[in-house]
T-cell receptor, first 113, second 112 residues
Framework: DVKVTQSSRYLVKRTGEKVFLECVQDMDHENMFWYRQDPGLGLRLIYFSYDVKMKEKGDIPEGYSVSREKKERFSLILESASTNQTSMYLC????????????FGQGTRLTVV | KQEVTQIPAALSVPEGENLVLNCSFT??????LQWFRQDPGKGLTSLLLIQSSQREQTSGRLNASLDKSSGRSTLYIAASQPGDSATYLC???????????WGAGTKLIIKP
């Protein structure tokens, strides 16, 4: 079974803190994605990566950065957390083919106070 | 630009009923379509993947169909159970950027 693991289920951080969300997949997938999900707004893509050290901006990259130093790990970084970044964050991965299924982690509920 | 609509936004039915969830789309130039379920406060679980060249896929009590000519996909759930209660989302892969285009989801409640 494909496994996508996010480092935390719940996080509470203070405004201005630097926050790291980690995601690891065990299926040798090339593609990895970070989404945020908010009520009424659905899933919105923050960043994605199709290879080690490669990254592409999604729809809402402002206030975020990412790191992909190893194929299995994709990190989302909030440089200076703000209350409007309180959200559910979801990581996903897939093979780099158009017939590939996307698999998701269990989600991280981040609250910024 | 692809627009994806899931209607209804919420559905409540008694246990045991067969039901259909709808997903409509405006651009038929898709690579694939994927159906997911999401339990409250959790991540997404992949249910079924339909390639552009396929018409349907089945997994247990679930059957998903794809009709590109009408811009419609349906997820059929047979003999519904309370454990099927969740939000169901459809998503389309449109291009080689591998980015999914999402519907807003249908929240399904199965009453015991």
């Amino acid at each position: 079974d494909v496994k996508v693991t996010q480092s935390s289920r719940y996080l509470v951080k203070r405004t201005g803190e630097k926050v790291f969300l980690e995601c690891v997949q065990d299926m040798d997938h090339e593609n990895m994605f970070w989404y945020r999900q908010d009520p009424g707004l659905g899933l919105r893509l923050i960043y994605f990566s199709y290879d080690v050290k490669m990254k592409e901006k999604g729809d809402i990259p402002e206030g975020y950065s990412v790191s992909r130093e190893k194929k299995e790990r994709f990190s989302l970084i909030l440089e200076s957390a703000s209350t409007n970044q309180t959200s559910m964050y979801l990581c996903a991965s897939s093979f780099r083919t158009v017939n590939s299924e996307a698999f998701f982690g269990q989600g991280t509920r981040l609250t910024v106070v | 630009k692809q627009e994806v609509t899931q209607i209804p936004a919420a559905l409540s039915v008694p246990e045991g009923e067969n039901l259909v969830l709808n997903c409509s789309f405006t651009d038929s130039a898709i690579y694939n379509l994927q159906w997911f379920r999401q339990d409250p406060g959790k991540g997404l679980t992949s249910l079924l993947l339909i390639q552009s060249s396929q018409r349907e896929q089945t997994s247990g009590r679930l059957n998903a169909s794809l009709d590109k000519s009408s811009g419609r996909s349906t997820l059929y759930i047979a003999a519904s159970q309370p454990g099927d209660s969740a939000t169901y989302l459809c998503a389309f892969l449109m291009d080689s950027n591998y980015q999914l285009i999402w519907g807003a989801g249908t929240k399904l409640i199965i009453k015991p």
